[in-house]
């Protein structure tokens, strides 16, 4: 996996969308950012959004906004991408009602690149704050403002859509239209993806199903089933 582990601290959404209307818009830049912090939202921008995103990205209200940078950030093949999965997954089993801990959570960081051999990798405890701008900024917001991590009981349905469709493609690319048995694997990952509580799941689960007309949701006592006929597109979520 090459590139950087690193996730810029000074890297947030705000900015981001700040630098996406400077580009679409022509925009001036704020005189209180600095250029270092500019070229540093630049660097994570680069890696997760395309040219072709933009204009759709500065349609989206500040929720959805958010949202999406939390998508593209997790379900990044880029290292950054490993680096802000396994901050997340850090959180989700050992830190819920807990304090954040950065020096704890970049050493479990960096153990586990050496367990995945991928040895020692650009990782800091302002990369953890770098990937908590992103999670931080998820409404309502999973950490508060004693820096404690808790899981939320709810998440916006297109939040839900995208960690379904992030399964889909980690199963079969781009291949839609099965049915896929929710797991326990997968559920907790939807959970993980959504830092919602499991309990939560099956409501938020029926919302996706009535609100989403490609999207069929199956609730038995035997399990739990969603299939995609497609895709999302942006005229989806807007």
Same mark, same amino acid.
């Given at each position: 996996?090459?590139?950087? #582990?690193?996730i810029q601290e000074s890297a947030k959404p705000k900015i981001i969308r700040i630098i996406l ?20 939202? &630049? ?21 959805? #906004?958010?949202?999406?940078l939390h998508y593209k950030m997790y379900s990044s093949e880029e290292p950054i991408g490993w680096?802000?999965?396994? +901050?997340?997954?850090?959180?989700? &089993?050992?830190? /819920? ?6 020096? $704890? =959570?970049?050493?479990? +960081? ?9 040895? @020692? ?5 302002? @990369?953890?704050?770098?990937?908590? &701008? #992103? ?15 808790? !899981? ?11 960690? /379904? ?12 239209? @099965? ?15 959504? !830092? ?10 029926? $919302?996706? $199903?009535? =609100?989403? $007309? ?22 989806? +979520?807007?």
């Amino acid at each position: 996996m090459k590139g950087s #582990f690193h996730i810029q601290e000074s890297a947030k959404p705000k900015i981001i969308r700040i630098i996406l209307e400077n580009i679409k818009y022509g925009c001036d830049l704020p005189d209180d950012i600095k250029a270092s912090t500019i070229r540093a939202n &630049n660097i994570i921008k680069n890696k997760i959004i395309s040219d072709s995103e933009v204009e759709f990205l500065l349609e989206m209200d500040e929720i959805t #906004f958010n949202n999406y940078l939390h998508y593209k950030m997790y379900s990044s093949e880029e290292p950054i991408g490993w680096s802000y999965r396994n +901050v997340i997954d850090i959180l989700y &089993n050992e830190y /819920i009602e807990r304090k954040v801990n950065y020096q $704890d =959570i970049e050493q479990k +960081v960096k153990e586990r690149a050496y367990e995945e051999g991928l040895g @020692s990798i650009s990782f800091s405890q302002k @990369s953890v704050i770098g990937a908590l &701008n #992103f999670i931080k900024s998820l409404y309502p917001s999973p950490i508060n403002e004693n820096n404690v991590f808790n !899981l939320r009981d709810y998440c916006q349905s297109h939040l839900l859509l995208w960690g /379904i469709d992030y399964l889909y493609k980690k199963q079969w690319g781009e291949e839609y239209g @099965s049915l896929m048995l929710l797991d326990e694997n997968k559920i907790e990952e939807l959970c993980k993806f959504c !830092l919602i509580e499991e309990n939560a799941i099956d409501n938020l689960l029926k $919302d996706l $199903d009535f =609100i989403y $007309d490609f999207v069929e949701i199956s609730i038995k006592m035997f399990g739990k089933y969603v299939r995609l006929k497609r895709t999302w597109t942006f005229e989806d +979520v807007l």
